[in-house]
Structures are given as structure tokens and as C-alpha cells.
Nanobody, 115 residues
Framework: QVQLVESGGGLVQAGGSLRLSCAASGSIFSINAMGWYRQAPGKNRELVATISSDGSTHYGDSVKGRFTISRDNAKNKVPLQMNSLKPEDTSVYYC?????????WGQGTQVTVSS
């Protein structure tokens, strides 16, 4: 079992930056990969970024070059640095962790980008 808690969401103007963080607890040594996803009202949940246990990263096309995911193993945290934010980045952002074939999700944090 893994528990995930997101923080760092809020309201920002277009062009600004926000830094989200996901704190993991529980069976953290079993985690294969962690990532961020987002879901806007009326839309499907979409990939933002993932990072695997070997440090390799993968980004959704809409955030490439603007967002950066990293992994702080000492603090069991996965930050997501979001720069050059756009109104279309407005969404609830969820942290996820994968252990084997099982996915765990946080409660989500709201990010709102005003134009």
C-alpha cells in the first residue's frame, strides 16, 4: 500500500510558474514509477509526466519543454515544476504511483491559470 498526498496547487496568471509536490508514504520501496496526471471538467484524465525508478522520464506532448518532473528519493517526494503556464493547463492534478500492476492515486490538487 502507498499513500500519496499532493500539494502546491493554486491560482496563477498565464506565463507564470507553479511547483507541485507529491509525498509518498507506505511501501515506497516497491514503487516502480511515479507520475502526474490531470483531469479537467468534462475531459478524460491525461498524462502529464512520469518518472521511473531508474530516473527515466516521459512527458505528455502538451507539456513538453515547459514542465519538469523529478524524484527526491531522500524525502520520498516527486516534484513537478510547471513553467510558462497556459489557461489550458487549468485542471486537477493527480499524483500516481505504480507497484507491479497496481496503480495508486492521490486526492488531487487544483491548478487554475488565468488569462
Amino acid at each position: 500500500q502507498v499513500q500519496l498526498v499532493e500539494s502546491g496547487g493554486g491560482l496563477v496568471q498565464a506565463g507564470g510558474s507553479l511547483r507541485l509536490s507529491c509525498a509518498a508514504s507506505g511501501s515506497i520501496f516497491s514503487i516502480n514509477a511515479m507520475g502526474w496526471y490531470r483531469q479537467a471538467p468534462g475531459k478524460n484524465r491525461e498524462l502529464v509526466a512520469t518518472i521511473s525508478s531508474d530516473g527515466s522520464t516521459h512527458y505528455g506532448d502538451s507539456v513538453k519543454g515547459r514542465f519538469t518532473i523529478s524524484r527526491d528519493n531522500a524525502k520520498n517526494k516527486v516534484p513537478l515544476q510547471m513553467n510558462s503556464l497556459k489557461p489550458e493547463d487549468t485542471s486537477v492534478y493527480y499524483c500516481a504511483a505504480t507497484i507491479g500492476l497496481e496503480d495508486y492515486w492521490g486526492q488531487g490538487t487544483q491548478v487554475t491559470v488565468s488569462s
